[in-house]
């Protein structure tokens, strides 16, 4: 019984590198989510899928890319690191709208130097 | 654009007491709200959500409040116990109709 599971937990990029933060959940959800939460900001909306095969921009966008590689998993990739996004991640998702509650993954401590 | 926001950054509570969390958001069409537990080191957890067309929705030690004509949503926890201590964020849903905006979150120290 897994939920929604986050790999890795923790990395350190170089500026420049790029890398994929996987996601998957194993509880039948249609939508699922990304969101980066820095301090004092809150959790801020990247992307979210509403349902396998489309995605679509959240909040914050930007230097970012997102994958829905079938229904059970939502990739994350940043094609060229910058400082900026120094964060911590969160997966997450929802049976369909978020009017259902979001189960969250346990998060990705990303590091930027 | 319109935020959800929070008017306590911290709150500290002795353990026992009740503890009362705010939250003002700004979006009239918004048609639900939910409340999350976020502890140290760990993703967001559900508490308790409420519909636009409730004033008001217990759980287990928790009462969630609305009142759309100011706006304002609270949260409150009834005998509040060391484990409460955590980073609790409101929500609501986004124009979108799927994604969800979080506020910035209140921290609520128990203290025995």
């Known amino acids: 019984n897994a939920g929604v599971t986050q790999t890795p937990k923790f990395q350190v990029l170089k500026t420049g590198q790029s890398m994929t933060l996987q996601c998957a959940q194993d509880m039948n959800h249609n939508s699922m989510y990304w969101y980066r939460q820095d301090p004092g900001m809150g959790l801020r909306l990247i992307y979210y899928?509403?349902?396998?095969?489309?995605?679509d921009k959240g909040e914050v966008p930007n230097g970012y890319n997102v994958s829905r590689l079938n229904k059970r998993e939502f990739s994350l990739r940043l094609e060229s690191a910058a400082p900026s996004q120094t964060s911590v991640y969160f997966c997450a998702s929802s049976a369909s709208t978020g009017k259902e509650g979001y189960t969250f993954g346990s998060g990705t401590r990303l590091t930027v130097v | 654009g319109e935020s959800v926001g929070l008017h306590l950054p911290t709150l500290s509570v002795q353990e026992g007491d009740n503890s009362i969390i705010n939250c003002a958001y700004s979006n009239s069409a918004s048609d639900y709200f939910i409340w999350y537990k976020q502890e140290s080191g760990k993703g967001p957890q559900f508490i308790i959500d409420?519909?636009?067309?409730?004033d008001k929705r217990q759980g287990q030690r928790v009462t969630v409040l609305l009142n759309k004509t100011v706006k304002h949503l609270s949260l409150q926890i009834a005998a509040t116990q060391p484990g409460d201590s955590a980073v609790y964020f409101c929500a609501e849903t986004s124009n979108s109709g799927y994604a969800l905006n979080f506020g910035k979150g209140t921290s609520l120290l128990v203290t025995p």
């Open positions: 899928s509403a349902s396998e095969g489309t995605t």
């Open positions: 409420i519909r636009s067309n409730m």
